[in-house]
Nanobody, 126 residues
Framework: QVQLVESGGGLVQAGGSLRLSCAASGLTFSNYAMGWFRQAPGKEREVVGALTRTGSSTYYADSVKGRFTISRDNAKNTVYLQMNSLKPEDTAVYYC???????????????????WGQGTQVTVSS
């Protein structure tokens, strides 16, 4: 079955960096568009970044643009989220998600994705 496993979360001071990874198995990874979402306590899950099957096109939420970078390595079945200049408001559980997709499709809604990881906690202290 399809599995998405996130790693790389943790506690970091404001201004610091973290790199999240999401390892996929049970699917043909290059056929799937991928996304990173986050959910803070009491808030809805929101998209952070997303990219196409090839990684040629990306999307970032305004709140993270210029600080976060999403990328993928289809040879390693892995998608990454590099997070720099972290702020306390970035504190949340971060999830990766997968959706079988056409070559150039990119999706931004929770409901667009078929598969989800279990999430990894990111806590940014002030």
């Amino acid at each position: 079955q399809v599995q998405l496993v996130e790693s790389g979360g943790g506690l970091v001071q404001a201004g610091g960096s973290l790199r999240l990874s999401c390892a996929a198995s049970g699917l043909t990874f290059s056929n799937y568009a991928m996304g990173w979402f986050r959910q803070a306590p009491g808030k809805e899950r929101e998209v952070v970044g997303a990219l196409t099957r090839t990684g040629s096109s990306t999307y970032y939420a305004d709140s993270v643009k210029g600080r976060f970078t999403i990328s993928r390595d289809n040879a390693k079945n892995t998608v990454y989220l590099q997070m720099n200049s972290l702020k306390p408001e970035d504190t949340a559980v971060y999830y990766c998600a997968a959706r079988q997709a056409f070559l150039y499709g990119i999706w931004l809604s929770v409901n667009d994705y078929n598969y989800w990881g279990q999430g990894t906690q990111v806590t940014v202290s002030s």
